[in-house]
């Protein structure tokens, strides 16, 4: 493969090489005309100071990345590992660090190129294949003009996002699936379905060159399919946990339901990790959220702000639904509200007020609430961790008010209009809905069509499940020769 793409690299070069002298031979008139064009050009760039990011830019997001990193390794591990029963807790964690392994090695060799690069309005291009071109000199455009940070900080932290991306999705069919069907389908999965929608809805040249309507139309035009549409997702309603969670429900339903499922109690055997990996998701989804303003800037403090109320506000409105529901507060309720409220305001982060995010927050708590009790019998689905009943609906949720808390007349931030350098005076709602459920609706069925190809395809190669003596043994010692617990 590698082979074969040197080759076409190198016979494109050659044939655009060979085209270009040829023409300039063929007319001598336009190889004089073309020296003071090019010298022009020259100058212009020689003339253009070359953008330096800041210190202080290029530390946040740094630091941002490490945030990110802990989320997965061992926040959501963590988490995970004490919803399952006793006898599965280490093939959760074996899967969340192999697949975070092998997801930050195949986003260096191909997925960044793939997801950042001009291409097309669906996937990049190959100008960052296994990184090249990338230098420490390198920089990557950040939303506000002149200021950059270094591309090698801006790689690691998008490389972040996509290794718990793919983690998050084995929360949904957990305890059941073999550990080689999950490599091989994550790798599917990553490669068709979380490059293309991340390229759709994150990548654009960047704002520097944004001088007037025609220049903002032709930046515009060579952004990803939508972005151009205008959908708002500050740091990944749709690219993660919409992506991530419509892909477990389908695997829950390919691979089918645990043995025993709604006969035997099936309870997370340890509370107290469920506790402490919720917790270190909230810390490190301050890195999520607030760095993806990708600057130490305002909307950053913005960002980070309406992390800290909107999941306060879902912890909260979770366990009180619970308290009345159900007669008692439950700490799995408050760690799930937790999480509820992080997934929501993850879209509207950087868009909304205060007052907007604690709205936001407090409808995710009950909302999810619903999603992992009433919609999840609706279903009739075994998603094991619940990852489409708080992933999923909160990401739908939090995808949608952003398109109304977004509004400056109650307290958002609005559009940004690159021309005016100011925000755009003109706001609707309705419309910015419309576009919101765009991109849901895109997410959605793009997702789900590929992971349903995907899990086929791993069943017909190499079978989806573990034998049932397995199961029943668990697969901490069926699967990885290991036991969390020794007796």
């Avoid at 300039?24 to 073309?34: R, Y």
Wanted: charged fraction near 10%; aromatic fraction near 12%.
């Amino acid at each position: 493969m590698l082979t074969w793409m040197k080759r076409l690299l190198a016979g494109s070069a050659m044939a655009l090489a060979i085209g270009a002298t040829s023409v300039m031979v063929a007319s001598p008139a336009f190889a004089d005309e073309a020296k003071p064009v090019a010298a022009a050009a020259a100058a212009a760039v020689a003339a253009a100071p070359a953008l330096v990011p800041n210190k202080g830019d290029t530390a946040w997001v740094l630091v941002c990345t490490a945030l990110v990193i802990l989320m997965t390794l061992p926040g959501l591990a963590l988490f995970y590992g004490g919803l399952t029963r006793s006898k599965n807790i280490l093939s959760v964690l074996v899967q969340c660090m192999f697949v975070f392994a092998l997801i930050t090695v195949l986003w260096s060799l191909y997925g960044y190129s793939f997801a950042f690069t001009e291409g097309g309005a669906f996937i990049g291009g190959l100008d960052r294949l296994f990184l090249q071109g990338i230098t420490p000199d390198s920089v990557a455009a950040t939303f506000s003009k002149g200021i950059v940070i270094p591309e090698y900080v801006f790689m690691a932290f998008q490389a972040a996002f996509a290794t718990i991306t793919c983690c998050l999705i084995i929360g949904s069919f957990a305890e059941r699936a073999k550990f080689s069907a999950i490599i091989l389908f994550v790798i599917l999965w990553f490669t068709f379905s979380y490059l293309p929608i991340a390229h759709m809805v994150w990548f654009w040249p960047g704002p520097d060159d944004i001088k007037d309507a025609a220049s903002l139309e032709a930046i515009t035009a060579r952004a990803g399919w939508l972005w151009q549409k205008g959908v708002l997702d500050f740091a990944g309603g749709t690219v993660v946990h919409i992506n991530a969670a419509i892909a477990g429900l389908v695997g829950s339903f390919v691979i089918g339901k645990r043995l025993g499922y709604g006969k035997e109690a099936m309870k997370p055997h340890n509370l107290v990790f469920v506790m402490i990996g919720a917790s270190l998701l909230w810390f490190g989804w301050f890195g999520f959220n607030a760095g993806s303003a990708l600057e130490a800037n305002g909307s950053a403090a913005l960002a980070f702000v309406n992390t800290l109320l909107a999941t306060a506000a879902a912890v909260l409105s979770w366990s009180v639904a619970e308290w009345v529901l159900k007669g008692k507060p439950s700490m799995l309720g408050g760690a799930s509200g937790c999480v509820a409220g992080l997934v929501a305001i993850t879209p509207a982060a950087g868009f909304v007020g205060p007052m907007g995010a604690l709205v936001i927050g407090t409808a995710a708590g009950v909302v999810c609430l619903w999603g992992v009790t009433g919609l999840k019998k609706i279903l009739g689905s075994d998603d094991s961790l619940d990852v489409f009943g708080v992933h999923g609906v909160g990401g739908i949720l939090g995808a949608l008010l952003t398109g109304v808390f977004a509004d400056p007349a109650l307290g958002g931030t609005g559009i940004w209009d690159y021309v005016a350098n100011a925000a755009a005076p003109d706001y609707s709602i309705a419309s910015q809905l419309w576009i919101q459920s765009q991109g849901v609706i895109v997410t959605l069925i793009w997702s789900g069509v590929v992971s349903y190809i995907a899990f086929k395809l791993v069943d017909m190669v190499i079978g989806l499940r573990v034998k049932e003596d397995e199961e029943r043994e668990g697969l901490d010692i069926s699967s990885h020769g290991e036991s969390a617990y020794e007796s």
